[in-house]
């Protein structure tokens, strides 16, 4: 295992850095699983840390009928069943005295005159100064809705000195159309500034780790290119089914769920140029030109570079599960894919050549989600008059769940009298050198959103940009419905046509 050259100490480790500006977060679905489960816990996470400010309130707003003693009991309650508070946690205490709720439903103008009424009595109580960061932790259908009542009700306005942002939840849109539609609707009221368009997998340490990797360390950026560089494999793999997501499943798929958001993302970081600045507009043009430099893919594309699959029942983890038409809220004779794989070409000169195959998939055999650099073969010459037979390509790793790290495979000779090579690995694991801290993964985004930093937000632009990578799969794929669903095992690593997909080009899918 690699060592450090020098010893990392706490202090270096957990710098708190600035703290979050004083603000009162609206959260928008307050009484739903995402609050419960992450937001609250991040907030949790980010007061142990000290970088929450003193004056700083949570009001949750939804249509459940909860009263706000109860609502603050729940917030206790989450914090120690999700983010694994002690019984006697003074943080928990300190979080839910600045915790209110109010009911209200998404399109009620009366509700919203009430929602500006609570923001300002609770900007005099806890001095937040008129800022106010709004979550929407809804369904994607109540988005244009809230915009607008916040817009009509003017709490989207910025007095001197103040700021108004909006959290969006993913997915933005359903496809070229809506999202354009959604971010003419949001324009109309949001600055672009003020708009954050959340991916919490950009929370990731080793997503945000990727630009430090590649531009911080002066030995790889000059090989990150076409030269030494022979193909690319991101993986988003997923040992659960669809769970409680049965009927979202159902209108969106495997493709529309992931594929415009959350792989493209890990798309840009992986093949951007080296922005100007880490400025949140110079990181967000370079990722823009990548997601534009992606080569459309043409209708007869689709049929040899696209992959879909549906999984059927099978086994994990030695237990058996059913097939994705058996589940809860799901058509038992649904055409909705569960599985994609695409191979995308990028046309630029760093990338040209160079493949970038992506797939993602429900019920496979692991939860992983990792981004592989595959370098290209050392001539063979040198070896050719050894018992060397093959030389194994290297390969870069950079693991982002569900263990954060990035390894590196190269040849070694084995000791012996013959010219033997072995493989060998150098792993790194966050945990071994920086310690295992609790995080959701929405930490950083909701740290980033009180402070202004859009760099980990998705502008108007690249969400448009990834939906027009998959508008030609959507078409054909609506054209052409599939004929042979399920046709992967739950268990497996998706359907056969997967494998062949990567095959013809001379290689595989790495499995490890």
């Known amino acids: 295992m690699a060592e450090l050259t020098h010893p990392v100490t706490r202090d270096e480790i957990r710098d708190p850095g600035r703290i979050g500006d004083r603000c009162v977060i609206v959260i928008f679905g307050a009484s739903g699983d995402l609050t419960n489960r992450m937001l609250l816990p991040a907030l949790y996470n ?65 509700d919203f005159v009430r929602l500006k009424d609570k923001i300002t009595g609770l900007e005099q109580q806890y001095q937040t100064q008129g800022n106010v960061l709004y979550y929407l932790a809804t369904l994607p259908r109540f988005i244009s809705e809230i915009v607008r009542q916040l817009g009509e009700q003017g709490l989207t306005h910025e007095d001197p000195g103040t700021w108004r942002r909006v959290v969006i939840e993913k997915p933005f849109g359903s496809d070229l159309e809506s999202a354009k539609a959604l971010n003419r609707e949001i324009a109309q009221v949001l600055k672009e500034r003020q708009t954050f368009r959340i991916d919490h997998y950009l929370g990731k340490e080793t997503v945000q780790n ?7 360390n002066g030995i790889f950026e000059p090989v990150w290119n076409r030269r030494y560089i022979d193909h690319v494999e991101i993986t988003v793999a997923e040992s659960l089914g669809v769970e409680r997501r049965g009927g979202y499943y159902e209108h969106a798929g495997a493709l529309r769920d992931m594929i415009p958001n959350h792989l493209l993302q890990l798309v840009s970081l992986t093949a ?11 990181v967000r043009d370079e990722q823009s ?13 689709v049929l040899t570079r696209a992959v879909r699959g549906q999984y059927g029942e099978g086994t994990i983890d030695s237990h058996p599960v059913p097939a994705y038409r058996s589940e809860q809220l799901v058509d038992p004779h649904s055409n909705v894919e569960t599985f994609v794989a695409l191979k995308l070409q990028l046309d630029s000169w760093r990338w040209a050549d160079v493949p970038f195959y992506i797939r993602t998939g ?3 055999p692991k939860r992983v989600t990792e981004i592989v650099i595959q370098f290209r073969r050392a001539p063979f010459v040198l070896f050719r008059d050894t018992p060397v037979d093959r030389l194994t390509p290297n390969t870069l790793v950079i693991h982002i769940q569900p263990d954060e790290g990035i390894s590196l495979s ?54 448009e940009a990834g939906w027009s990578v ?30 062949e997909l990567i095959r013809r080009d001379g290689r595989r899918w790495r499995t490890e």
């Open 410 to 463: 190269f040849g070694a000779k084995i000791p012996g009298a013959h010219v033997q090579i072995g493989d060998v690995k150098m792993d790194f694991k966050y945990s071994d050198y920086f310690g295992a801290e609790p995080s959701t993964g929405y930490e950083r985004l909701l740290y980033d959103g009180m402070i202004g930093d859009a760099t980990l937000f998705q502008r108007a632009d690249m969400v």
């Open 46 to 110: 980010l007061a142990r840390g000290h970088l929450l400010p003193k004056e700083f309130a949570i009001l949750g707003f939804a249509k459940d009928d909860i009263s706000n003693d109860d609502f603050r009991r729940r917030t206790r309650d989450c914090l120690r069943k999700y983010a694994g508070a002690p019984a006697d946690c003074t943080v928990c205490d300190w979080i839910a005295d600045h915790t209110s709720y109010m009911v209200g439903d998404f399109d009620s103008p009366a």
């Open 362 to 364: 429900k019920r496979l």
């Open 470 to 499: 998959v508008e030609p799969v959507l078409d054909v794929w609506k054209a052409l419905p599939p004929r042979a669903f399920p046709n992967y095992a739950a268990g497996s690593w998706g359907p056969k046509e997967a494998e």
């Open 210 to 216: 990727i630009l430090v990797f590649r531009f911080g």
């Open 272 to 282: 951007m140029e080296p922005p100007v600045s880490f400025e949140a507009d110079a």
């Open 289 to 301: 030109k990548v997601l534009h430099a992606i080569s459309p893919l043409q209708p007869e594309d």
